[in-house]
């Protein structure tokens, strides 16, 4: 079931960021990473294949409940119009909501691989209000940092250094990260609007678990509105 949602989120969740169109990192990124470990090819193979073995399997399409997901989003900026508002915020995780159940207008934008499989699905995004250590927060992490203006995979990783503590903890690991930027570049394809990564083989890297996005591309309202 792990597997499954891990491979849900990177599918559905740069599928809806991003549109058909929009010039979308990810595979750039699964290139990048192929290319650097040569191994990874084949284990994500294997990786798809458990998923697929574990979908036939499993029960996980008629499940009851909704599934709950606390969001951490980082706000990294230099320039103060990338530093969005709380509102512009919510207004992101309000279109990941309407998203993921299938109740905004243009799902014709939607990858042509993956409309076959729309539909509700009876997930909520919300953002976090209990912090790893059990402190309250508003699930919003502020930081001004000039990384912000060059965000890739190597020296530039925001993944790195703005996550709350230890990722591989159990405590931690329950909170999907969406990390806010003003540019990324990935190699030698220059500037992308964002990334996620993929399921690990074996596993998720948790460190590393989440959406990396640009300011003007997330929510409905502020930067991402003009």
């Known amino acids: 079931m ?35 470990n040569p191994n990874l090819l084949e284990e994500q193979r294997v990786q798809d294949s458990l998923i697929r073995a574990e979908f036939a399997q499993s029960d996980a399409s008629r499940r009851s409940g909704k599934i709950i997901v606390p969001v951490v989003v980082h706000v990294i900026w230099w320039n103060c119009e990338a530093n ?24 014709s934008s939607v990858r042509p691989a993956f409309q076959p499989h729309m539909g509700a699905m009876d997930i909520e995004f919300r953002l976090a209000g209990i912090d790893p250590s059990g402190n309250p927060t508003n699930g919003i992490n502020r930081v001004k940092n000039s990384i912000t ?8 990783d925001v993944r790195d250094d703005y996550r709350w503590g230890d990722m591989l903890s159990s405590s931690a690991r329950k909170y999907f990260h969406i990390w806010i930027v003003e540019e990324i570049n990935i190699g030698l394809s220059g500037q992308v609007n964002g990334f996620g990564m993929i399921p690990a083989a074996g596993g998720v890297d948790w460190r590393k678990w989440g959406l990396v996005i640009r300011h003007d591309r997330f929510g409905t309202t502020g930067t991402a509105g003009s």
């Open 149 to 156: 203006l060059n965000v890739n995979t190597q020296g530039n």
């Open 84 to 107: 969005i508002s709380t509102a512009q915020v919510k207004s992101g995780i309000d279109f990941l909501n309407q998203s993921f159940n299938l109740q905004v207008p243009d799902t």
């Open 2 to 36: 792990k597997r499954i949602i891990a491979l849900t989120f990177f599918g559905v969740i740069t599928s809806l960021a991003f549109g058909q169109n929009a010039s979308c990192g990810t595979e750039l990124f699964i290139k990048e990473a192929f290319q650097n």
